[in-house]
């Protein structure tokens, strides 16, 4: 999977209507859209992807925020891609995102910061099984 990552592009940007901008400005950066859906999580289903952030502070925020509205999961690839596509998306807050980057060009704060992106291929795999059936992630 090293190849693949899973991104989120979050409701603030989905409901904002910046999903195509932001995989256009994806594209444009050589990724290549290999399955996608759009879908609201149930309160149980993020609380199971942010898991490793339960004892955080930002939790009960970042579940409520993630549940709020419609969502936009997607499997992108391209070399090296869980980094290049964090590289591609900028720092977890917009003020200190890179120009250029997804969420200096998109993002309102820390907790509506417009996408996500999984951070090692471990967890690329994991999330991407998440949302997608094997026969979802299959190129012939
Ligand atoms: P993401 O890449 O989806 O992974 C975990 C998320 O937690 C992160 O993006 C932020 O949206 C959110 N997060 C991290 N720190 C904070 C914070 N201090 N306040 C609110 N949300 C946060």
Do not use: W
């Not at 979050?10 to 399955?35: C, R, T, V, W, Y």
């Not at 004892?55 to 709020?68: D, Y």
């Amino acid at each position: 999977m090293s190849n693949r990552t899973l991104t989120i592009i979050k409701p603030d940007a989905f409901m904002g209507g910046k999903a195509g901008l932001i995989l256009a400005h994806l594209e444009k950066q050589g990724f290549k859209l290999i399955s996608a859906r759009v879908m609201k999580l149930s309160k149980e289903q993020a609380g199971e992807f942010y898991g490793v952030h339960r004892a955080r502070p930002f939790f009960g925020e970042l579940v409520e925020f993630m549940t709020s509205d419609y969502c936009m999961p997607m499997v992108l690839e391209k070399d090296n891609a869980v980094l290049a596509l964090r590289d591609a998306i900028g720092a977890t807050d917009p003020a200190e995102a890179a120009e250029g980057t997804v969420r200096k060009l998109y993002a309102e704060s820390k907790g509506k910061n417009a996408i996500h992106a999984s951070d090692s291929d471990e967890n690329a795999a994991r999330e991407a099984r998440f949302f997608f059936a094997e026969t979802d992630l299959i190129r012939a």
